[in-house]
């Protein structure tokens, strides 16, 4: 599993329909449910879908970004 999935499920649920999990984090989320085994990946990646994000999720984003300690 990935590190830090469960922590970014937790603080942005109910805004799904404003960003996507892809790449090596979304594999490893789709293997799990169906009971196979996957290689971890160290990041979660994900594409912010713009038509759908308003301020709230941004602030929200930030906040958890900077709380987690990420960088860039």
Do not use: P
Request: aromatic residues 14%.
């Amino acid at each position: 599993m990935v590190t830090g999935i469960d922590s970014f499920k937790e603080w942005f649920k109910g805004s799904e329909e404003q960003y996507a999990i892809i790449g090596g984090t979304e594999c490893d989320i789709l293997m799990t449910e169906e009971g196979l085994d996957f290689r971890a990946t160290k990041d979660i990646d994900l594409v912010l879908i713009i038509e759908a994000v308003d301020a709230n999720f941004v602030k929200k984003f930030w906040e958890y970004v900077n709380q987690a300690g990420y960088e860039h």
